[in-house]
């Protein structure tokens, strides 16, 4: 057996404790903010039979053709994914369990998502999202609280420079008009469309719209537009959406070639970008997907969703200069001698009894270098306890950023510290 150092797979990251706290920072504001708009949590699995995805993604798409983890199990030759998106995961998850019986649902979850795409800053094979989906809305008023919930947490968060990009694209009997619009317009120009577009022109015309090929953008500008296919069904729900944005002053710009990467989409689309993160400026994206719950076998219900990177989210508020908290210590608790050492742990469950937290020094020393562990460890003050505290049944309570240390009988030093921290 090799002795080679083994390495996390590629585009896969630890995140390590210095970081960590960032992310838990992080997860506890979108929480409460979720919470504020009354969204439920929900937990999917990682794993889902892959034919959940090729329905309600799209088989002709990127993330089921050539970014999806998939496997056989070797147990018993199911055929499965770890989740590429969360959207699926969660209407199969209300399906299952029968949420949306005369209910409809605010939910909300997040975790780790898969897709085998070339690693970059901001664009990884494991990463983090919030996915947020409302089930059984109908109206327009849902797709707007979406945009409004995300505009106050940019402002919560003190996150700037990020732009709405707003689009529509209508129901299913105006896309299949555009459909045919777009296959006859590009088969004109065949010659001219690179691989993906001519593999894309019979099965998923409309993302050759979302290609980023320079030399495919001229052809593109002409192509027939999805907006004049529109029914007046379509445009009055987009311009409520409008009116309520302008109500609430959220700017956004109207993008005609919006048309997000997954097949289930439907009316309104909207992406928050930023231009601070160099090519992967998508921070947050979502719309409408109106047929995805008969799609996957459910009774057809109206629904809408968004997800957001956390990733992409915590490197802005980096590059924003934003650090990451300190861990947060009331105690550090110093002790050397054999009385001492028996009692220590002892002293410190008892302080936790009280609702402090307390970091009980192990692993020996003397008292020199325990009291420069406990100066670096941004604790509010040290409890220090040797044989002479132990027999007497006190210890010495030490403020460590300013202040005179103390005497305190042990039965008094929660009280002490609470003092002390206040």
Known sequence: MSN??????????DI????????????DVVREWLESYGYRNIRMPLLEPTALFKRA?????????????SFEDSLNGDHLTLRPEGTASCVRAALQHNLLYNAPQRLYYGGAMFRHERPQKGRYRQFHQFGVEALGFVGPDIDAEM?????RLWKKLSIRDVTLQLNTLGDAASRQRHREKLIAYFGRHSGDLDADAARRLHSNPLRILDSKNPAMQTLIEGAPRLMDELDDEALKHFAAVQEILRRHEVAFE?????????????????EWVTTRLGAQGTLCAGGRFDGLIEQIGGKPAPACGFAMGIERLLALLQEGGM????????????????LADAMASGVAEQLRDAGLRVLLHCGGGSFKSQMKKADASNAACAVIIGDDEARAGQAT???LRGGEQVCVALGELPGRINELIK
Not at 147 to 151: D, K, Q, S, V
């Open 57 to 69: 993604i799209g088989e002709v798409t990127d993330i089921v053709e050539k970014e999806m983890y």
């Open 16 to 27: 390590l404790p210095d970081e960590a706290g960032l992310w838990l920072w992080f997860e």
């Open 4 to 13: 080679e150092t083994l390495q996390a797979v590629r585009g896969m990251n």
């Open 147 to 151: 945009i409004l919930m995300c505009a």
């Open 323 to 338: 650090n990451c908290p300190p861990q947060e210590l009331d105690v550090y608790l110093v002790h050397q001698g054999e």
């Open 397 to 399: 309570l030490k403020p």
């Open 254 to 270: 109207i993008n005609t070639r919006l048309v997000r990467g997954l097949d289930y989409y439907n009316r309104t689309v909207f």
